[in-house]
């Protein structure tokens, strides 16, 4: 079954700094990526995602690239607030049935003032 | 429009009791699942449903059981607790396909087994 690893862990940037966030999945077969982030205490929310006939997606200071033959794809936020700071999770899936979601371990995102 | 209600928010449970934790939701959305949030370990499914009447096992289904016998309700039961049960379990609905259509979350269910 897919496999989605995420790195890195946690990430400190000050405010006004670009924050990239890495994730690697396993299936080949897997085609829709998409990336929720989940404020502390709060529910996961979609943010963003992309296809897999898709290299690059953006939405305001957002994008997401996919790389289909590494096998990775990357979430890049620029000018950080500290209102983005958060936890992101990755996720990989097939477009098929139900479509189970297998989710990255998150990334801790801390934006300092 | 509520979306996706969980209940109750936080729990405490005794190893070996039994409890059924609620979602529903007013979409009137066929796809349901559950998933388990653990630190370090991302959110791993545990059961989902297609619509009423149908359920599957995901990723890590063991000591749980689901039913579906309304579109709107999909309840998890826990059979008998385990600490290593201790989690934050989310309820996510969806009208069709991730890639479509998205999935809501709920609020989530802090759960502690002693």
């Known amino acids: 079954g897919e496999n989605v690893e995420q790195h890195p862990s946690t990430l400190s940037v000050q405010e006004g700094d670009s924050a990239v966030i890495k994730c690697t999945y396993s299936d080949s077969a897997s085609n829709y990526f998409p990336w929720y982030k989940q404020e502390l205490g709060k529910r996961p929310q979609l943010i963003i995602d992309i296809r897999s006939n898709v290299g690059e997606k953006k939405d305001q200071r957002i994008a997401v690239t996919l790389n289909k033959t590494a096998k990775h794809f990357s979430l890049h936020i620029t000018e950080t607030q500290p209102e983005d700071s958060a936890v992101y999770f990755c996720?990989?899936?097939?477009?098929?049935?139900?479509?189970?979601?297998?989710f990255g371990t998150g990334t801790r995102l801390l934006v300092s003032p | 429009n509520a979306g996706v209600t969980q209940t109750p928010k936080f729990q405490v449970l005794k190893t070996g009791q039994s409890m059924t934790l609620q979602c529903a939701q007013d979409?009137?959305?066929?796809?349901m699942s559950w998933y388990r949030q653990d630190p370090g370990m991302g959110l791993r499914l545990i059961h989902y449903s297609v619509g009423a009447g149908i359920t599957d096992q995901g990723e890590v289904p063991n000591g749980y059981n689901v039913s579906r016998s309304t579109t709107e309700d999909f309840p998890l039961r826990l059979l008998s607790a385990a600490p290593s049960q201790t989690s934050v379990y989310f309820c996510?609905?969806?009208?069709?396909?991730?890639?479509?259509?998205?999935?809501?979350f709920g609020s989530g269910t802090r759960l502690t087994v002693v």
């Open positions: 996720a990989a899936t097939l477009d098929t049935g139900f479509q189970k979601l297998v």
């Open positions: 996510a609905s969806s009208s069709g396909t991730a890639m479509t259509y998205g999935y809501t």
């Open positions: 979409m009137n959305h066929e796809y």
